[in-house]
């Protein structure tokens, strides 16, 4: 064989390129996928946690396909699966550890219903809070949001520490009026 002549096909097949890698990662993909929803099905209760370990197993091969051999590129997705679904369980156990040490056994379920009503609670305290005074307002921001003590917010405002107090008790008073109508 001359230099100038390549190899037969036979020996070294010509390289994929970064389109044909995907494109062929894809595929087996969505050959194995449902062997590995299967796979998952005994080892996750849930739909939404089969189908986020699916997404990160699709995010895995994207990132990482490329490194595995072909041959071996099924077993791969199948390991990367369980190794996720095992991650799942012990974040789902660490966290219920939490709340038990804190004193609850479930995990909190939101309830869309108590969740609106606070917003809207909250919407109506900063409605309320923007028909205070402008220097009570201050009080309340600076208190509140910025956690400052009575001190401090007397001496950034260069108030008497009796003023920033009563300030701050007739607001909440004036608050307190406002939002129990």
Not at 4 to 19: K, M, R, V, W
Not at 72 to 101: C, D, G, I, P, T
Not at 141 to 167: C, H, K, M, V, W
Request: hydrophobic share 40%.
């Amino acid at each position: 064989m001359t230099p100038d002549q390549s190899p037969p096909n036979d020996q070294n097949p010509p390289a994929e390129t970064a389109d044909e890698g995907i494109a062929r990662r894809r595929r087996v993909f969505e050959e194995t996928r449902g062997g590995l929803r299967a796979f998952l099905n005994k080892r996750l209760p849930q739909d939404s946690d089969i189908d986020d370990c699916l997404q990160v197993v699709f995010v895995k091969l994207m990132e990482k396909g490329d490194v595995v051999a072909a041959p071996a590129l099924r077993s791969w997705l199948f390991r990367v699966a369980s190794n996720e679904s095992a991650r799942l369980w012990r974040s789902k156990a660490a966290a219920e550890k939490m709340y038990q040490k804190h004193g609850s056994t479930e995990i909190p379920v939101l309830d869309p219903t108590s969740a609106a009503m606070q917003v809207e609670a909250t919407e109506q305290l900063k409605k309320a809070l923007k028909q205070l005074p402008e220097s009570w307002q201050q009080i309340v921001s600076l208190r509140i949001y910025e956690n400052l003590t009575f001190q401090q917010i007397a001496d950034q405002l260069g108030i008497p520490l009796g003023t920033a107090l009563t300030r701050m008790r007739r607001a909440l008073e004036r608050l307190r009026k406002d939002l129990s109508q």
